[in-house]
């Protein structure tokens, strides 16, 4: 838990001390998440093993807490910083935005995604106003009701095809988990108040505050920031679930075959061991601490964050995966 801690909470403070300071400090926090990521990655054997079978992790839920609660924070004083007062340089404003919005999209979207499968109330709300905030409050229902349930097949919107682009999937992927999360919330719920007027609510809220703090500005900035990390988060779904297809219909169980992993151990543990994705999809209710790395997995050649930034290019994503997609599929 302590290195969950440590390389997850790490950037945060680096970008706190940033937005009150400036000067090198988000140059830090950026290079935390890039620059040393990548070669932290390189060294291996670190921390790369599986709990045992059972094992309790106290702490798991209260890290969720702090980068959940960080998130909330980080969002109005990252706002403030690129469009407010803050008296930082444009280079300055321009890293904050970056910085804030890779730390959102790589350890507060996985911290919020774990928050979202937990049975208690208070976590499972927590959870939700991250997503909210971010202006992508549906997730907190798409992701359960429907891309667990159909991940790897035709039905879910966030799984994406052989030879299909990112930018594609994205618009897809995006209104098609809206509607089938509405779908599955009114399937469930039978009419009545719908989850997604608390979605919109927190939405609307999320752009008076930036408003509130520096005005068309800031609603501006805590748009485009939503929007940074929404492509983070679909970038990974597009990543981990690419290709991969699992027959349809009654009684087909997922498998540790329909989602892509990466072995890399700092990366794992700055995203709370997102990366450890088969593991996940077929123990939903496994705490993060202990997923494991199944070796009759799919394996990314590459650790998680540097595969989606490949993505970005589709021929070259096409081209680099292909060859470890063919060990996957039947054709």
């Known amino acids: 838990m302590a290195v969950f801690a440590v390389a997850a909470l790490m950037p945060l403070g680096l970008l706190a001390i940033g937005i009150a300071q400036g000067g090198l400090w988000v140059a830090?926090?950026?290079?935390?998440?890039?620059?040393?990521?990548?070669?932290?990655?390189?060294?291996?054997?670190?921390?790369?093993?599986?709990?045992?079978?059972?094992?309790?992790?106290?702490?798991?839920?209260?890290?969720?807490?702090?980068?959940?609660?960080?998130a909330v924070l980080l969002l109005p004083a990252a706002v403030w910083a690129v469009a407010g007062t803050s008296g930082l340089s444009p280079l300055a404003r321009g890293a904050v935005f970056l910085g804030a919005g890779l730390w959102l999209g790589q350890v507060a979207h996985p911290a919020a995604h774990e928050l979202i499968h937990r049975g208690n109330r208070g976590l499972f709300g927590l959870g939700v106003a991250v997503y909210g905030l971010l202006g992508f409050g549906h997730h907190a229902s798409a992701h359960r009701l429907v891309h667990h349930r159909h991940v790897a097949t035709a039905r879910d919107p966030n799984s994406a095809r052989?030879?299909?682009?990112?930018?594609?999937?994205?618009?897809?992927?995006?209104?098609?988990?809206?509607?089938?999360?509405?779908?599955?919330?009114?399937?469930?719920?039978?009419?009545?108040?719908?989850?997604?007027?608390?979605?919109?609510?927190?939405?609307?809220?999320?752009?008076?505050?930036?408003?509130?703090?520096?005005?068309w500005k800031g609603a501006a900035v805590w748009a485009a920031l939503g929007l940074h990390v929404q492509v983070q988060i679909l970038l990974s779904d597009?990543?981990?679930?690419?290709?991969?297809?699992?027959?349809?219909?009654?009684?087909?169980?997922?498998?540790?075959a329909h989602s892509w992993n990466a072995p890399h151990w700092f990366s794992s543990a700055f995203m709370l061991n997102a990366p450890r994705h088969s593991d996940h999809h077929t123990h939903p209710?496994?705490?993060?601490?202990?997923?494991?790395?199944?070796?009759?997995?799919?394996?990314?050649?590459?650790?998680?964050?540097?595969?989606?930034?490949?993505?970005?290019?589709?021929?070259?994503?096409?081209?680099?995966?292909?060859?470890?997609?063919?060990?996957?599929?039947?054709?």
């Open 162 to 215: 052989k030879g299909e682009g990112f930018y594609r999937f994205f618009l897809r992927a995006w209104g098609g988990s809206f509607l089938a999360g509405w779908r599955a919330e009114c399937a469930l719920r039978g009419g009545g108040l719908m989850p997604y007027a608390g979605y919109f609510g927190f939405a609307m809220a999320a752009l008076a505050l930036g408003c509130g703090i520096a005005g």
């Open 285 to 331: 209710s496994r705490p993060y601490p202990a997923l494991r790395l199944p070796e009759e997995a799919p394996l990314l050649p590459w650790p998680l964050p540097l595969a989606c930034t490949i993505a970005l290019v589709p021929p070259l994503w096409h081209r680099r995966i292909g060859p470890h997609l063919a060990l996957w599929r039947q054709e």
């Open 28 to 70: 830090g926090a950026l290079a935390y998440m890039t620059v040393l990521a990548a070669v932290l990655d390189q060294i291996k054997g670190l921390f790369s093993g599986a709990a045992p079978e059972g094992a309790e992790f106290p702490a798991a839920d209260a890290l969720l807490v702090a980068v959940g609660a960080g």
């Open 238 to 256: 597009y990543v981990q679930h690419y290709g991969l297809v699992r027959a349809e219909g009654r009684g087909v169980p997922v498998t540790l």
